[in-house]
C-alpha cells in the first residue's frame, strides 16, 4: 500500500516550487536588465552613426530606408515627433511633413479623376514632379511612411494592395474582394466590360454589374460607350498607364 504524503512533505513540496519561482522571477529581471543595457548601447551607436551619416540618410532614399530598419528594431521612430533629438540632428520630422502635406495635395487634386484611389507609383511620379526642384530626391518608401503619419487625420489615407500593386485610398471606401478583383483584372488595360468580368471571374451578369456600379459611384471609374461593338467600357485611371498623364495636368505642376 502506497503511504501518503503529510504535511511535513506538502510543505517541502510548496518550499521547493517556491524556490523554483523566486529563481525564475531573479533570472527574468537579470535577462530584462541585460536586455535594457543592449538596446541602451544599441541606442547609443544609432544615434552615433546618424551624427556621423545625417548627409546620406537626407539625401540618399535607399540609405534612408536602411537607417529607419535599423532604427525600428531597437525600438526608436525618428518620425515620432518633429521635435527633439531626431528633428534636430537629421531634419527628415520635416521632410516628412512636407512630404505628407504634398501627398495630399495631389490625392486632392486628382481626386475627382480616380475617385481618391491612386496608384503609388503614379502617386511617386506625381510627388517627384512637384518636388523637382528640392534637394531630397524621394523613393517609394518615404513615400509609405509619410502615409503612415497621416492616418492620424483620420481621412482615410491608406495603402491597399490589388494584385501586384499598391493603390493609396485616400477616402474612406470600403473596397470588398470583388471591388479588389475587378481592379486587379483591369491592371491588364486599364478597363473592363461586364461580358469580361463575367467571363474571366466566372461571375453571374448581376454580381458583375452590381460591383461596377458600386465603383461608378464611388468616382472610381469612369464610363466609355463609344465603341462600334456596343460594349461598355468601365475605366479605372488609378490602374491604367495613361493616369500619370492625366494626373499630372490636373495637379497643374
Known sequence: MKRRVG???????????NQYRLIGESLSVVKNDVMMAQLSTFRSQLEDFARK???DIRKNPTFRAQFHEMCSKVGVDPLASNKGFWA????????YYE??????EICLATRSLNGGLINLQELLDLLRLKRKNAREPVSED????AISKL???GSGFEVISVGKKKLIRSVPTELNKDHNAILELAQGQGFVTVEEVESRLSWSAGRAIDALDTLLEEGLAMIDDG???GKRRYWFLCVSSISAV???DAIAI
Open 246 to 248: 492625366v494626373g499630372a
Open 151 to 153: 492616418k492620424v487625420l
Open 88 to 95: 534636430e540632428l537629421l531634419g527628415i520630422g520635416d521632410f
Open 227 to 229: 465603341h462600334k461593338d
Open 7 to 17: 504535511i511535513g512533505g506538502l510543505q517541502s513540496s510548496a518550499a521547493t516550487r
Open 53 to 55: 551619416h545625417k548627409n
Open 142 to 145: 518615404d513615400c509609405l511612411r
Open 99 to 104: 512630404l505628407g502635406v504634398q501627398i495630399v
